[in-house]
T-cell receptor
């Protein structure tokens, strides 16, 4: 029944060691999003794909990249994680501007 | 720049009470507004979506209203249950551009 799947659920990485987070969806939605949520804060949009079109938020650091090889999958790459990048990373999907459906999140720890 | 505020940050009530959560936004030109629920350490679950042309939406014990002119939305929870304990977030889509702006959330505790 899972519609938006994120792997892994927990990721531990070392300072500066690249890491990739994965998101897949079974809803066939055309829009996919990546949000960063730090402890006790609101989710913050990093970027989103409208079909194949990539839309980066102006204040998203260059350290964060994304790939969407097909409709079902989207990846978040953090090239050189810093301690400040420790957070919950949430993937979401929607059909155009309808309701956004979120995955369970990946909690990233940076040592 | 659109800003979303939720007050109070935390709320604790006894089981069975009806309660209202508040959300305010600074720019009334919104495309839609969504209410989400987030359990500790989990992702977000969409509860209700209100389009800008609508005044309210209902789902079970939940009712969300929208007053664009005053920049406010409320989430009404009837006959609260301990299972309703969670953080409730509201988010607005400013221009139909798939860019949700979230409030900080209200952490709700329902005491048995």
């Amino acid at each position: 029944d899972a519609m938006v799947i994120q792997n892994p659920r927990y990721q531990v990485t070392q300072f500066g060691k690249p890491v990739t987070l994965s998101c897949s969806q079974t809803l066939n939605h055309n829009v996919m999003y990546w949000y960063q949520q730090k402890s006790s804060q609101a989710p913050k949009l990093l970027f989103h794909y409208y079909d194949k079109d990539f839309n980066n938020e102006a204040d998203t650091p260059d350290n964060f990249q994304s790939r969407r090889p097909n409709t079902s999958f989207c990846f978040l790459d953090i090239r050189s994680p810093g301690l400040g990048d420790a957070a919950m990373y949430l993937c979401a999907t929607s059909r155009f501007t309808d309701t956004q459906y979120f995955g369970p999140g990946t909690r990233l720890t940076v040592l | 720049k659109q800003e979303v505020t939720q007050i109070p940050a935390a709320l604790s009530v006894p089981e069975g009470e009806n309660l209202v959560l508040n959300c305010s936004f600074t720019d009334s030109a919104i495309y839609n507004l969504q209410w989400f629920r987030q359990d500790p350490g989990k992702g977000l679950t969409s509860l209700l979506l209100i389009q800008s042309s609508q005044r309210e939406q209902t789902s079970g014990r939940l009712n969300a209203s929208l007053d664009k002119s005053s920049g406010r939305s409320t989430l009404y929870i009837a006959a609260s249950q301990p299972g309703d304990s969670a953080t409730y977030l509201c988010a607005v889509d400013p221009r139909g551009a798939q860019k949700l702006v979230f409030g900080q959330g209200t952490r709700l505790t329902i005491n048995p």
